[in-house]
């Protein structure tokens, strides 16, 4: 596949394609300039702007949400799942060995070369340039990342209920513990503002909080008219 093809999906053409070469280029192919230094930059490059897009986007999430979800968003499994979107692979020069062993189709390998290319772009036309492609190609996962916390953290969503509402206090705190260790069901209280608000229980002591968080959204709702 020519590299044209390969800028018309990351939807940027480069004016110096060495650059470009660079980031498709596996450490396995000797001498040759390789994809490691870009790879080095691009990565601090993509959590930059994932960090600022996050942080201006979602105003009502707290510092440690705004972690969470850049996570998800920058994690070797996303990464490579966008590598794929545009099929990035089929343009990665290996070596000869990491040819035979399957390196196109490598999580590892893929989430080097996004990681690297990203670098490159920023290089050739700058931070702009670098944060359009980026917003375009990671939009997506943006959104799933955010959702799916949304959907399933409850601790999570009730922070966010608090933040924009009462802006108290939430603790957890384990009230009792039933049954051998093997097979223990957790109670743990929901208290906000030092006062007690409704109960979970769990195998564990996580799934307990989760499920009290799960109660107080629906209560708490309902005397703040959420």
Not at 188 to 210: D, I, P, Y
């Amino acid at each position: 596949m020519t590299e044209q093809k390969l800028e018309s999906r990351l939807g940027y053409s480069f004016r110096n394609r060495e650059l470009l070469r660079h980031a498709l280029t596996h450490p396995s192919c000797g001498n040759a300039p390789n994809y490691e230094r870009l790879e080095f930059l691009g990565d601090a490059v993509i959590e930059l702007i994932i960090s600022d897009d996050l942080f201006r986007g979602y105003q009502e999430l707290s510092e440690g949400m705004l972690t969470q979800r850049r996570a998800d968003i920058v994690c070797s499994k996303s990464l490579a799942r966008i590598a794929r979107s545009i099929d990035l692979g089929e343009y990665i020069f290996l070596g000869k060995g990491e040819e035979e062993s399957g390196g196109r189709k490598k999580t590892s390998i893929l989430e080097n070369v996004m990681e690297a290319v990203m670098g490159a772009v920023y290089l050739d036309g700058g931070f702009q340039e670098a944060q359009r492609v980026v917003r375009r190609l990671f939009a997506d996962a943006v959104q799933d990342a955010v959702e799916r916390r949304r959907d399933h953290d409850y601790k999570s969503q009730f922070q966010e209920l608090v933040q924009r509402t009462v802006k108290q206090e939430i603790a957890y705190r384990v009230l009792r513990q039933e049954g051998p260790p093997h097979d223990s069901v957790f109670h743990v209280g929901l208290f906000l503002g030092g006062k007690a608000l409704c109960e979970g229980t769990g195998s564990s002591k996580k799934e307990a909080e989760q499920n009290a968080a799960k109660s107080a959204i629906a209560d708490f709702k309902k005397i703040y008219k959420e």
